[in-house]
């Protein structure tokens, strides 16, 4: 069953239309990059999942299914998606530790407050931080991090549910190369142990080698959907940027250079 089918969503924010008429069926286990200009309305479509943003219901024959539900409470879906934003990043930088917003993510807040910590709950967020490589950074504050560490201890907050379906929008923003480098090995760790992953970039070096599936995205439409070979071409990435472009594949890597 397609854990998300979504068809004839249109947003508007004001008079701006930010996505038309967008229509689009995902499954468990098909790793999927949307991938787009700054503006091509990527982020909205994630705030649609998690019911940030509600379509526009004048627009012709709308589904706005999750998990087979046409209705659903965000927090029960919490075993289904994990979500880490630049947003989120934003909002955790502060003088909590890397195992609190860890731990912070069984209460969906950000750092803990009058929180219940279980054995069970302390165990696992310790698990995370060994898989993600960041036990060592644990008991430091997110404000003293740099943005690549914080940002692994945001993956580890999401993955406290033991999501089905990890979301990332814009997750290598203010990445240096060292940092990008770990970034796409822990996601290709995290897409090995079967974990979906939905990626959700303008930058091509993101899309790790697990992820086949390729969504353009621009003016708030999806333009082309296929397999990577099909859709990261010389012809489509420049349309999509605007600028003349030569797509290059370099060990399951693709980088668009001559611009």
Same mark, same amino acid.
């Given at each position: 069953?397609?854990?998300?089918?979504?068809?004839?969503?249109?947003?508007?924010?004001?008079?701006?239309?930010?996505?038309?008429?967008?229509?689009?069926?995902?499954?468990?286990?098909?790793?999927?990059?949307?991938?787009?200009?700054?503006?091509?309305?990527?982020?909205?479509?994630?705030?649609?999942?998690?019911?940030?943003?509600?379509?526009?219901?004048?627009?012709?024959?709308?589904?706005?299914?999750?998990?087979?539900?046409?209705?659903?409470?965000?927090?029960?879906?919490?075993?289904?998606?994990?979500?880490?934003?630049?947003?989120?990043?934003?909002?955790?930088?502060?003088?909590?530790?890397?195992?609190?917003?860890?731990?912070?993510?069984?209460?969906?807040?950000? =750092?803990? *407050?009058?929180?219940?910590?279980?054995? /069970?709950?302390?165990?696992?967020? #310790?698990? +995370?931080?060994?898989?993600? $490589?960041?036990?060592?950074?644990?008991?430091?504050?997110?404000?003293?991090?740099?943005?690549?560490?914080?940002?692994?201890?945001?993956?580890?907050?999401?993955?406290?549910?033991?999501?089905?379906?990890?979301?990332?929008?814009?997750?290598?923003?203010?990445?240096?190369?060292?940092?990008?480098?770990?970034?796409?090995?822990?996601?290709?760790?995290?897409?090995?142990?079967?974990?979906?992953?939905?990626?959700?970039?303008?930058?091509?070096?993101?899309?790790?080698?697990?992820?086949?599936?390729?969504?353009?995205?621009?003016? =708030?439409? *999806?333009?082309?959907?296929?397999?990577? /070979?099909?859709?990261?071409?010389? #012809?489509? +990435?420049?349309?999509?940027? $605007?600028?003349?472009?030569?797509?290059?594949?370099?060990?399951?890597?693709?980088?668009?250079?001559?611009?």
């Amino acid at each position: 069953m397609p854990f998300l089918e979504f068809r004839n969503i249109t947003v508007n924010h004001g008079e701006t239309r930010v996505l038309d008429a967008i229509s689009v069926t995902l499954k468990e286990g098909e790793h999927v990059v949307i991938l787009g200009p700054n503006g091509a309305g990527k982020s909205s479509f994630i705030r649609i999942i998690t019911r940030e943003l509600y379509p526009r219901l004048d627009c012709g024959n709308v589904m706005f299914r999750i998990c087979g539900q046409d209705v659903w409470d965000v927090f029960s879906l919490r075993s289904t998606f994990g979500i880490v934003s630049n947003d989120l990043q934003y909002t955790c930088t502060r003088a909590i530790t890397g195992k609190e917003t860890i731990l912070s993510g069984f209460f969906s807040s950000i =750092g803990l *407050f009058n929180h219940e910590i279980t054995p /069970a709950m302390d165990e696992k967020a #310790d698990e +995370i931080a060994a898989f993600l $490589g960041i036990s060592h950074l644990a008991n430091r504050p997110m404000n003293r991090m740099s943005s690549g560490e914080s940002r692994r201890f945001l993956i580890g907050r999401a993955m406290v549910h033991d999501p089905k379906v990890l979301i990332l929008d814009e997750p290598t923003n203010s990445l240096d190369l060292a940092a990008h480098h770990t970034f796409r090995q822990t996601i290709r760790k995290i897409a090995h142990e079967g974990t979906t992953i939905i990626l959700v970039t303008h930058n091509l070096p993101d899309i790790i080698p697990e992820i086949d599936r390729v969504i353009l995205m621009k003016d =708030g439409r *999806f333009t082309a959907d296929g397999r990577k /070979a099909e859709i990261l071409t010389d #012809d489509r +990435i420049g349309r999509l940027f $605007g600028v003349p472009v030569h797509v290059k594949e370099e060990e399951g890597y693709y980088y668009a250079t001559g611009y």
